[in-house]
């Protein structure tokens, strides 16, 4: 007994000890498919393990720079922390890195949940009372993901029947209904005329065009294609509860939409249980948005993917709490939307991208209700600095990089919007983008690379607990 409560005794102790030796933070990075998750924590990781490694030759700015602890000279190298994930499929850091910084290649689409755990360490205070208040190491947690499941988290909130008629709305709406006519067509059939009860193999057969359709939208650029998992599967390959699609209560289909919500029903709670609670439990959260690629598809892909965020918003508890119950029940304090890839970009050009993306922000936050619950900053980021942006003899901007031949020439990248509405008559005319690839001249996986605004946005999100 005495043996027990002394075993007990210690444990308690060494929790409390650890608890003020180190801060938890969870980092939301949220995303749809292609944003730059996978880029931006592979980058951020890589510049704080090797926080002292020298730069890339020909690189005068370290990745980090903006970030108060770095900036004073107070980050340590960062350390993997692999043994506190033995329960979670690990973020393969060491595959993203070697294919990014050693083979000048970019990261494959994500295919599942990782999870990283990232100790990142103060140097010791000086004075010794200090050291005994404040934490010297903060675990920084990141999951990375498919960005197509994104989508779902519209789901959460709705009914089968309300899904349904939205889904039935946007399928209808102009840059959707050639693409899932034959969908809509097949439904409608089957509501005049086909027998009722519907038998299995008509039910499959829509089911079939309906991920037909969620595969052709995702070829164009659109995101809000649910369910996401008929896209990526993850851990979820060939579940039943996949094959539903929208029965709007227009058409009398009583029997069929009964089944259909039963196999919606089960869908939420699965993807609620795998997904959903992580999001639940964030501090901090950088929204990426891919805003050039969005201007390149069109009006309809923008109006998509506002609409598609608004949804996402939605689902996340924003709210400033500090002491116990930020413990009990965590909220997001500090929301930073990164329009990603501003490298392809020259200089001058990437604070009209932040602007436009300001003007956005007012459209999918039209109340300020994020803003008035969290802080909110919004900035224009390069995970990975891929071109210089540099001025030729008449004054004039331009970018150099490796494109993806390999070639290196000037080249001049046009006007970016900085408001809303966008002309998009003009448009093609006035912003040509283009695919730049990661530097492939890179001597050695250990050296830093360049990116633009990395440090400033790490010290929006995390500055409080990396005091
Ligand atoms: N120029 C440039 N391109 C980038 C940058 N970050 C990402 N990209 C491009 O965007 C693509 C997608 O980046 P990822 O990081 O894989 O995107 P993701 O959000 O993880 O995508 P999913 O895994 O599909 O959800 C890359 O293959 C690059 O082509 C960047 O900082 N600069
Ligand atoms: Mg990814």
Redesign the pocket.
């Known amino acids: 007994m005495k043996r027990y409560l002394k075993q007990a005794g210690n444990k308690l102790l060494q929790q409390a000890e650890n608890l003020h030796r180190y801060k938890r933070h969870r980092l939301g990075v949220t ?1 749809f ?8 924590i592979t980058q951020l990781t890589q510049s704080v393990l090797r926080v002292d490694e020298p730069l890339l030759e020909g690189v005068s700015r370290h990745p980090l720079v903006g970030l108060d602890l770095f900036d004073a000279g107070l980050l340590k190298p960062a350390r993997l922390r692999e043994d506190r994930l033995a329960r979670r499929s690990q973020f393969d850091f060491f595959r993203h890195r070697d294919s990014l910084m050693g083979q000048g290649r ?2 494959e ?2 295919q599942d949940l990782a999870w990283l755990d990232l100790e990142i360490k103060r140097a010791e205070q000086a004075h010794s009372l200090q050291r005994l208040v404040t934490p010297d190491r903060l675990h920084l947690e990141i999951m ?1 993901y ?3 499941w994104l989508a779902d988290l519209a789901l959460f909130e709705q009914s089968f029947s309300q899904w349904s008629q939205a889904a039935w709305e946007l399928a209808l709406q102009p840059h959707r209904k050639t693409l899932s006519e034959p969908f809509r067509q097949l439904l409608t059939e089957v509501a005049a005329h086909g027998p009722d009860p519907v038998p299995e193999a008509v039910q499959r057969k829509l089911t079939d065009a309906w991920q037909d359709y969620l595969k052709a939208a995702r070829a164009q650029g659109f995101v809000l294609n649910q369910p996401s998992r008929v896209l990526v599967p993850g851990q979820m390959q060939n579940f039943a509860m996949l094959g539903f699609f929208p029965v709007p209560d227009s058409l009398t289909l009583p029997d069929l939409q009964r089944r259909l919500s039963q196999l919606f029903d089960a869908y939420k709670i699965e993807v609620e249980s795998r997904l959903g609670r992580h999001f639940q439990q964030l501090d901090s959260q950088i929204i ?1 948005v891919d805003l050039l690629a969005a201007l390149e598809q069109g009006e309809a892909a923008l109006k998509e993917l506002q609409q598609a965020m608004q949804a996402a918003l939605r689902f996340f508890r924003y709210g400033n709490q500090r002491g116990v119950l930020r413990w009990l029940t965590r909220k997001i304090d500090r929301v930073v939307f990164a329009a ?2 501003a ?2 970009l020259v200089l001058s050009e990437r604070l009209r991208l932040e602007k436009l993306l300001g003007a956005l922000l007012n459209e999918i936050d039209p109340s300020n209700d994020v803003r008035a619950r969290a802080n909110v900053r919004y900035r224009a980021i ?5 071109t210089q942006s540099l001025v030729d003899d008449q004054g004039h901007e331009y970018l150099l990089g490796e494109e993806e031949d390999g070639r290196q020439q000037p080249y001049y990248s046009g006007q970016v919007p900085d408001r809303l509405p966008i002309d998009w008559q003009s448009l093609p005319e006035q912003l040509q983008l283009k ?2 690839r990661p530097l492939s001249r890179v001597a050695n996986v250990n050296q830093l690379l360049p990116a633009y605004q990395l440090g400033s946005v790490l010290n929006d999100l995390l500055k409080d607990d990396l005091k």
């Open positions: 995303g498919s292609r944003a730059g998750k996978t880029v931006f970019w990261p689409p994500t990375d498919p960005g197509e990426l990603t890839k490298d392809q390069a995970a990975l600095e891929t695919r730049w």
